[in-house]
């Protein structure tokens, strides 16, 4: 079973190889398609839909864990849910279940900013058809689907007290990330060191620096998600089948 094996070396991953191009054409067709049978599948929508979905992310995370200690690849300094892309599994999941508008806030722009830079530029060895490449690739065009299905679909929409609690969050979150990084040697978040590979963290200055490069980017970004996704006054609201939870 060379493609849930350890080595890549017949599946070595290249960024915008064909593969890769096609993953990303595969994502922007299912985007495009979500917004345009927004209403279809509203007159459709069944709740055990989205449970499934979350039930499907948990079961090909635990794959992923499951694979990385079969391979003995797993390793505290980096197998931990404590990546940005991770945590943002982990809110999916969390909103699919429980639909609270809180978890959407928070996802709406960690999902999709933390996604898109990860599927545009993916660290990432494992080319088609391994395992580690599907898994990757799913998993992230979740991170960007789920957030923009409760847009579209279930009527959900940002604030800029959204974007507010999205900040708090992640500023939260860096102390401690930082503190598991000196216990473990790691690198979650990028917060010790910049990846290997090329990524937009290469434009934003050296160490420490980008750091607070970032987090302004961030803000800046998650400003023009909120303008994008906020509710409009002339806006006609979708049909809600389900009541917002705060």
Known sequence: ?????GSYQN???SMFSASHISVLLVLSAAIAGLYTNRRRI???????TEVAAAFFLLSIEGLYHIWMMTTDSW???HALPLELCSISLLLAVSLLLTQKKVIYEILLFTGLLGASQALLTPYLNYDFPHFRFFHFFIVHAFLILVPLYFTWIKGYRPTIYSVLKSMVFLNVLIPIVISVNRWTGGNYLYLSHKPSSASLLDLLGPYPWYIVSLEGLALLLSLGIWWVFKEKETEQLLEKPFRRRA
């Open 11 to 13: 599946y070595d991953f």
């Open 75 to 77: 390793k505290l300094h």
């Open 1 to 5: 079973m060379s493609w849930f094996g």
């Open 42 to 48: 509203v007159a459709s929508f069944n709740r055990k």
